[in-house]
């Protein structure tokens, strides 16, 4: 690791701000190559804390004295800001009017990006980073609501999907692990953490994925729901006299696997319990999954491999042998054995599948930092990535 004390050409720190945690990690950039420094993750009470202070332990424990690019990692992008950009006051305002499409996460990355600048001033460049990008271009059979076309229009409403950071990641160490495989084959990848997403990936293109408008959709999460009836909703509405926000609230933060338990959000807890309730929450969670990763592996008519990724999918073979449970008619078989191995990048699958199973550990810093340089070198060449220039791609 490269001593910050050197003083390397430039410094980019990356911020990537989750549902449950902040990880903040530096990197040093020689021209175009990048070399990490440091990495952190600070827990949810993270947040409680000012996020200055947050920035000057972090430097402080890692011998860091400046930077010079900070690279975010912001949920929503809407249909606007669908490739990374250079952060300036049209981008912050887009970021920020998307944060009712994403409460829990936009506000926290505006918050960030001014924290940033209040402690190194407005000469520090800033990107952002959109987990809804690598789904901009999903086909229209996976995109569109089948509501009214006229509101679908009037409120951009699409299915936009998340955690695409996370699944890019995974289909491009999975490309780097199997090269032989021309253009990446057919992946499905599961970001399995506390919140979690499935994608259906061909060559590299997203063909669908589980989250959707919000967050919210798709497979069960550690507090969220994912897919419920809409009648469902609107009954609960009636009956409980529930407001909008008392609805957001109760899908996004108390229900998934705390909902159905009544006790916890967390796995491991939820998998060592006796309680009748917390095994019931453990198997459905691995239940949707394994219906959604068959429902994938019919959009893509088969798959060269299933990726596991995140806190869930990385730490817990338990979890992934209970989703793959079934699943030799298509070809899927686990080495038990190897899956006990807490190590990846890792293979787990039996010599004779048909689908290989990985395991892939999620590095969204990385990408982050070369998502940055990559935007820096546009910059540098007088292509600029922000909307005040009038190079939005809005359309």
Known sequence: MPDPSSSPSEIILTVNTGSSSVRLAAFAREDNAISELANERYGVGARALSAKDVLATFMQTHGIAHVDVSAHRVVHGG???????????KVEAEIDRLGQLAPLHNPVSLHWIRAIREVWGGDVRQVAVFDTAFFADLPPVAKIYPIPHALSQKYRVRRYGFHGLAHQ???QKWQSLRPEIAGGGKVV????????SIA???NGLPR???MGFSPLEGLMMATRSGDVDPGLITFLQRQEGLTPAQLDRMLNEQSGLLGISGASADMRALLES????AQ???????????????AYLAVLGGANAVIFGGGVGENLPAIRERILSGMEWCGIGIDHEQNKRADGPLCVSTAAADIEVW???????ELLAREAVAVLQTAENGIFGGLDDGHSNAG
Not at 79 to 89: G, H, K, N, P, V
Not at 189 to 196: A, F, K, P, R, V
Not at 274 to 277: C, P, V
Not at 359 to 365: F, L
Request: hydrophobic share 40%.
């Open 208 to 210: 669908d994925t589980s």
């Open 280 to 294: 019931l929450a453990v198997e459905i969670y691995c239940y949707r999954a394994r219906k959604y990763l068959g």
């Open 274 to 277: 006796e309680d009748e309730l």
């Open 200 to 202: 259906a990936i061909d």
């Open 79 to 89: 249909e606007i800001l669908d490739t990374s950009r250079l952060l300036d006051r």
């Open 169 to 171: 990641a995974m289909w």
């Open 189 to 196: 990848s599961m970001q399995l953490g506390s919140g979690c």
């Open 359 to 365: 395991v892939i550990p999620v590095d969204e810093a």
